[in-house]
Structures are given as C-alpha cells and as structure tokens.
C-alpha cells in the first residue's frame, strides 16, 4: 500500500471488493468491519459531523456523505433511486474516497455498493447487540431485497441469530434469500405477511425500498421487549413505522439533526426525546433497561460508519493484490510548473 509515486492512488474496484471480501469470508469481514464502527463510535465527539447534503427529486435522492477525526477525511457518494430496478440497475450505488488531512492527498478510492451493505449490516448489528434482549435468537426481515442477507449474515456473526423469518410484497424476492443462506445455519421460514414474519421474533428488521410513507409495522404487531432494526426510512418522506410504534420504544438514533429529517422520527415533533447510540456504545447510556421494553434503532446511515469502512478496507488491503494504482493525482517535477508538465506530455 505505500506507494513511491505520489500520483499513484490505490483504489479498488467492485471485483477486487469481492475478492477482499471472500478472502476474509463474509462473516469475519462483517465481524471486523464492527469493530472499526463501535470504535469511532466510541471517539464520536472527535469527528466533524454534519447532516448529509442530499440532492432530491421526484425519482430518489443522491448525496455525499462526509466527516474527519482530524487525522483522516472521508466521504461517500451514494444515490437511492428505488425504480432502478425495473431497468436492471441497484437501488443504491456508491464509491468513496479516504485522504490525508495533513496534505490533502487521497490515500483509497473504492467501490461502496457492496460496501455500503455490509456497513449498514454491522451497524445494525452492533446497534442490536447494545439494545436487544439478551439471547435473542430470532430475527424477522421485512424487505428482503439486496440487504437482507447482509443483515442476517452480520446479526448470526455478532449476535448468534439463527432462525429468520422472511418476508416480501415479492415471493420471489424471499425464496431468493432462502438460496442465497442456504447452508450457512439458518433455520428459515418464509411467512405469508408482515403479522406472520414478527410472529415469536425477538427483533424486527425492517429494509424496504419504496420512497414512500408507508406501514410496514403497526402497533398491534410489536410486542413487549422486541427490538426494532428500521433500516429502510432513510430520506424525507419514506418511512416504515407506524408513528403508535415511535411513541412507545426508546428510540436511539446516530446524528440526531440528520435522523430528525430522514428518520422514522420525521413523524414526531421536532424537539421529541431520542438517545443516542454513540452514547450506549460509550458506556455513557445504559441503552435497555428492562426486558419488556420495546427498543427501535431508527438507522439512516452516517457518514462516521462509511469512515469505518474505508479504514477497514485500507488497512486489510496490506499484503494482498486486491487493489489497482490509479494514475489520479498531478505530479509535475516542479509543484510549480503544472503547465510545464502538459507542455512535456505534448512533446
């Protein structure tokens, strides 16, 4: 990874990802990528932080998501357009950049599309370790589009889930997990509606796509002492919870100004009660304080865990050839003479 050029920027593309990721193997990549998120966590008031700057319009969103410790800067470009995938094309796209605050120079340019989804699974998880009741076992997922097996992957490998209830409006979208987990310790039941899906689960991850308002969970489907994982409401006007929900869980968010107009909790007053997670993983909130109590993680995503991610990917890309040099960055002889260096190449 040390480069001698300084023209020369290591980035790795969506093949090289997947190699990565199948070289660690899914489950311990998850596992890892954990650890760098509950760390800065842990350090969150050393980070810039800031809402995302969204572009919206009537077809979805696209935004950059930045933050720095000081020592790094990092940001992410990801869109969410959820009828992509009547043309063929992914819901959320992204890449991303890791640079040096000290010089301004790009250490990593990467792929983030399956990035994306295996941080938001860690998240997930480590948030449903901190908040669940203790030996849960069962997880519902409503929404089981291109999430969903990284959320039962990261909630097996850091939680020990091991039975899955699954349920999509598509059938097809459900038996298309079922395949893809097959033989990796589920025991998996694939319900005929949302009511079927919670039916015994100890947490209920919710990850639809449709940018919408919408109840995906009413009220009379969550019990005492179930956590909820609401993954899916991530921009103005597309929820999943009934607000009856909202009013009765300790609801924990990551950057509150962002969840505020993203979140599920777009539904409430400006100024209702929210706890942060930061503060759970920091030892500075209990997080859940009796069994019976219904918790909900109301995740849009922050910029700090794609800071994680790009951190993870850097240091486990030493040693290993899953990255190429991209020629990104001017270097002339002289810092100086940029238009010497054009008038050279034309000679």
Request: charged share 25%; proline share 4%.
């Amino acid at each position: 990874m040390m480069q001698p050029n300084l023209n020369i920027v290591p980035f790795v593309s969506v093949d090289n990802m997947m190699k990565l990721v199948l070289s660690i193997g899914v489950e311990a990549f998850l596992t890892g990528l954990a650890a760098y998120v509950e760390d800065d966590f842990r350090r969150w008031e050393s980070f810039d932080k800031t809402p995302r700057v969204a572009s919206h319009s009537a077809e979805g969103v696209i935004e950059l998501m930045p933050t720095s410790d000081g020592v790094a800067y990092g940001f992410k470009y990801v869109n969410g357009h959820p009828r992509n995938t009547r043309d063929g094309r992914q819901t959320v796209t992204a890449f991303g950049v890791l640079a040096d605050v000290s010089n301004g120079y790009p250490l990593l340019l990467t792929e983030m599309t399956i990035l994306t989804a295996l941080r938001t699974a860690a998240t997930s998880a480590v948030a449903g370790r901190h908040l669940a009741a203790k030996g849960a076992r069962c997880m519902a997922i409503i929404g089981n589009g291109a999430q969903a097996e990284f959320q039962a992957l990261a909630f097996k490998a850091l939680m020990g889930i091991d039975r899955l209830r699954l349920y999509d409006i598509d059938r097809t979208a459900s038996e298309k997990c079922v395949r893809n987990l097959k033989g990796l310790g589920f025991d998996i039941h694939v319900a005929a509606s949302a009511e079927d899906a919670v039916e015994g689960a100890d947490i209920v991850t919710t990850v639809t796509a449709d940018k919408q308002y919408a109840t995906i969970l009413t009220d009379n489907m969550v019990g005492a002492g179930v956590h909820i994982n609401a993954v899916g409401g991530d921009c103005p006007g597309k929820t999943e919870l009934h607000a009856d929900i909202l009013r009765r869980a300790q609801i924990f968010v990551e950057y509150p100004p962002q969840t505020r107009i993203e979140g599920e909790i777009q539904q409430l007053p400006a100024d209702y009660p929210v706890r942060e997670l930061w503060r759970v993983i920091a030892g500075l909130d209990a997080g859940r304080a009796d069994p019976a109590e219904i918790t909900l993680f109301d995740s849009v995503g922050f910029a700090t865990e794609d800071f994680s991610a790009l951190r993870f990917v850097r240091d486990r890309l030493h040693g290993t050839q899953f990255y190429e040099d991209l020629d990104l960055l001017a270097d002339p002889d002289e810092p100086r003479d940029l238009f010497g260096m054009l008038l050279r190449a034309a000679a």
